[in-house]
């Protein structure tokens, strides 16, 4: 694994992986999209808005599944002080908010027709909203420093705090009483979910991954060449310095 | 797909395709801007130390 953290290699790596994830994330969203509008059928309660929930829920556990990775880049940076675990967070953290947002408008599209009302302050509804703040958080203190360094690890400490946020979001349906639905997928037992619906959901949500996985190497390849022609600009205008230095003596 | 929902169906698609197209396309114009940077700071680096 720390073979592939040194950023030239993760460079040469990053290159030959992104056609393949971005391939797999067309194929995956395309097949999921035909199966959600066309193979898959309305629901007995909830009729045609059952399809909301093939964006919305890959998009939900997207938003967790982010912020835990997120969550260990910080601990790899704050614990071993690796450069690359600094420049992943850096790039993770917009797409998880992204999918957050995403997450917090469809379900309130989705509540409408549904709960008759947008939004309600209800357990599950508030940890998302206040997951989707942590990001932003994240992305501002990353970037409030001259350093960006001391930026990461100030962001890295408060992506770790933040992370207890995550299994209150997952156990909020169980431990209090909310608007919104419990597990269907992701119970111990069998999923409560048809199959004619699961596989729309399973192909969103194979779809949303790869993008995840896809986007963040195009953003940690921009963060590395950012690093790097920092690095360059400060060579450059200190040899700038070293040069003008003698002249202004002499003169 | 028509209803009396649809138009709720159709946003939550219209958002996530605005979002998720959108950042991928600012992803892929920030890196090119930053290759190219970097390649004109690298093109200009030999004059400097000259």
New interface residues.
């Given amino acids: 694994m720390q073979r592939f953290a040194n950023p030239g290699r993760f460079l040469r790596l990053a290159r030959a992986v992104y056609p393949w994830t971005a391939g797999l994330a067309v194929l995956c969203l395309a097949a999921g999209l035909w199966f959600a509008f066309v193979a898959s059928p309305p629901d007995y309660q909830m009729g045609e808005t059952v399809r909301i929930m093939y964006v919305h829920v890959p998009a939900a556990w997207m938003a967790l599944f982010v912020y835990t990775n997120l969550a260990v880049a910080a601990a790899v940076l704050l614990v071993w002080k690796h450069p690359l675990a600094e420049l992943a967070g850096r790039a993770m953290a917009p797409v998880g908010a992204c999918f957050t947002a995403l997450c917090l408008i469809t379900g309130s599209l989705w509540g409408q027709p549904m709960w008759g009302t947008f939004w309600v302050w209800d357990a599950r509804l508030t940890s998302v909203l206040v997951l989707f703040f942590l990001y932003l958080g994240y992305i501002a203190l990353s970037n409030a420093f001259d350093d960006p360094t001391r930026g990461g690890k100030a962001a890295a400490i408060l992506a770790l705090v933040g992370v207890v946020n995550v299994p209150i979001i997952k156990f909020s349906v169980d431990w209090w009483n909310t608007l919104h639905q419990p597990a269907s997928l992701t119970r111990l037992d069998a999923p409560a979910i048809h199959a004619s619906m699961l596989v729309p959901l399973l192909l969103m949500a194979f779809g949303f991954t790869f993008y995840f996985v896809a986007v963040t190497l195009i953003r940690i390849r921009t963060e590395i060449l950012a690093r790097r022609l920092r690095a360059l600009q400060f060579s450059q205008g200190a040899s700038e310095v070293a040069a003008a230095s003698p002249r202004q003596v002499s003169a | 797909?028509s209803?009396?929902?649809?138009l709720?169906?159709w946003?939550?698609?219209g958002?996530?395709a605005i979002?998720?197209v959108g950042?991928?396309l600012a992803?892929?114009r920030?890196?090119k801007g930053?290759?190219a940077?970097?390649e004109r700071?690298?093109a200009?680096?030999p004059r400097?130390?000259r």
Avoid: C, K
């Fill in positions: 797909m209803g009396e929902h649809s709720f169906i946003l939550s698609y958002v996530a979002v998720l950042l991928w992803s892929q920030a890196l930053r290759e940077e970097l700071a690298e200009a680096l400097t130390r």
